[in-house]
């Protein structure tokens, strides 16, 4: 298909999804990852994959000089070093999708939300907080209780976030979050969380996929729905132009995960952006004419992008989430799905299972919710996750 290389920072579940989709488009994907066998570069055989840190200039340097388009499957890189290559000499020829600036204002959720709200983008009350009992105090009169406490940087599954209930609480989350740069968000009493994937081009063209409905529990992404199903029927476009118009007031190409929450009211803000492929995306592997993965290689490759559109009536995306260091019950869910219809299950190949961890996902397709809620039943009723 097209004999230019693909470079990418990290090579967990993300990249190796992206790096099943390069397999079948024939496209030559070198991961920079610590491990050796790291869940995406399990799954390529070639030995020019990188063992090192994302965040490591030399080893970042070493992976752009290699190949011809640099992208990215987590935002928590060294952008510095991303910075300096766009503009060195050196790396001419070299792409990188999304840009460096992209990465830097979505790598700090603090500067991502100013951005969002300074572009005309919907978001609720934030304000920056000093990591001392006054400046959580300040927030507080400020925004009022409960207080969501957020870490700017180096966030993810609400690694990061501490709810604060009453004043008593905020030298727990001050530990808790210690080291930290830290900003506030007024708590949203959301009817739904909502998210929408968009990809856009390296000339602008901007497509979003379905909106679709993610449950999160111990803020941590449990299941996604795809489509939505809400009684307003203005919710669905709404959510998808203000995904797509947060989208343009980025620069670069590639997927984008556009989380939301939509209120009973029928308002909807914008929680955060993720540069990148998402887990709320995972579903258009089997539901969706052209992935997320898909769209993400076509659109930093400036080749046609692929139909967003569901091709099933009804989809879901269950995270098998780990629930200790024994892979037993990662085991026993992914078995019980093999006997599921419409059920795919995809395992990441993670060395360790911890409490918490993404360990893999099940994806449903099927005719009708009716029949994709009695498909979908029993392995709620058995996931670990979601029945401690
Ligand atoms: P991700 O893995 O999606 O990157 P994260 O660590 O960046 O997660 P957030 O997306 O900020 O964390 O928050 C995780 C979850 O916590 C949200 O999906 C939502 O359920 C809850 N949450 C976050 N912010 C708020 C808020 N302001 N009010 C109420 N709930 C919130
Ligand atoms: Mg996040
Ligand atoms: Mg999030």
């Not at 397999?23 to 990852?33: G, K, M, P, T, V």
């Not at 009022?144 to 609400?158: E, F, I, Q, T, V």
């Not at 343009?248 to 308002?267: K, Y």
Request: charged share 20%; with cysteine.
């Amino acid at each position: 298909m097209d004999s230019r290389k693909v470079g990418v920072l990290g090579g967990g579940q993300l990249g190796r999804m992206l790096a099943a989709e390069a397999s079948l488009l024939n496209i030559e994907l070198l991961i920079l990852d610590v491990g050796p066998s790291a869940p995406a570069k399990q799954i390529l055989a070639h030995d020019n994959h990188i063992d090192g840190s994302f965040s490591d200039p030399t080893k970042i340097r070493e992976l752009a000089s290699k190949v011809d388009i640099l992208t990215v499957e987590i935002e928590h890189v060294n952008v510095d070093i991303l910075s300096s290559i766009s503009s060195s000499p050196d790396f001419k020829h070299l792409q990188i999708h999304p840009s460096p600036d992209t990465i830097r204002i979505i790598q700090d959720k603090y500067v991502q939300k100013r951005h969002l709200e300074e572009a005309g983008c919907p978001v609720s009350k934030y304000l920056g907080v000093e990591a001392t009992e006054e400046g959580v105090q300040g927030a507080i009169n400020e925004l009022g209780l409960p207080l969501m406490l957020k870490s700017r940087k180096l966030a993810y599954d609400g690694r990061g976030n501490y709810a604060i209930h009453s004043p008593s609480d905020i030298p727990s989350a001050l530990s808790a979050l210690q080291n930290r740069t830290l900003y506030a968000e007024k708590w949203v009493t959301f009817e739904k969380e909502i998210a929408v994937m968009v990809v856009r081009s390296a000339s602008g063209e901007i497509r979003s996929y379905p909106t679709v409905e993610t449950v999160h529990k111990d803020n941590i992404c449990q299941l996604v729905f795809a489509p939505l199903r809400v009684d307003n029927p203005t919710v669905e476009e709404r959510a998808r132009i203000i995904a797509e118009e947060a989208v343009r007031t980025f620069t670069g190409a590639g997927v984008f995960g556009v989380e939301m929450f939509l209120l009973e009211d029928g308002t909807i803000y914008i929680n955060e952006i993720a540069p990148r492929p998402h887990n709320s995306g995972h579903y258009t592997i089997e539901a969706c004419h052209s992935s997320q993965y898909s769209n993400h290689l076509r659109a930093i490759l400036s080749l046609p992008l692929g139909s967003t559109s569901l091709k099933v009536p009804s989809s879901a995306m269950l995270n098998i989430i780990g629930t200790s260091s024994s892979f037993s019950d990662v085991q026993a869910l992914s078995t019980q799905a093999l006997s599921v219809p419409g059920a795919t299950v995809h395992l990441y190949g993670k060395s360790e299972s911890r409490k918490g961890r993404k360990m893999g996902h099940i994806t449903l397709v099927a005719h009708s919710d009716a029949e994709l809620i009695a498909n979908l039943r029993p392995l709620l009723l058995s996931s670990p996750a979601l029945s401690s």
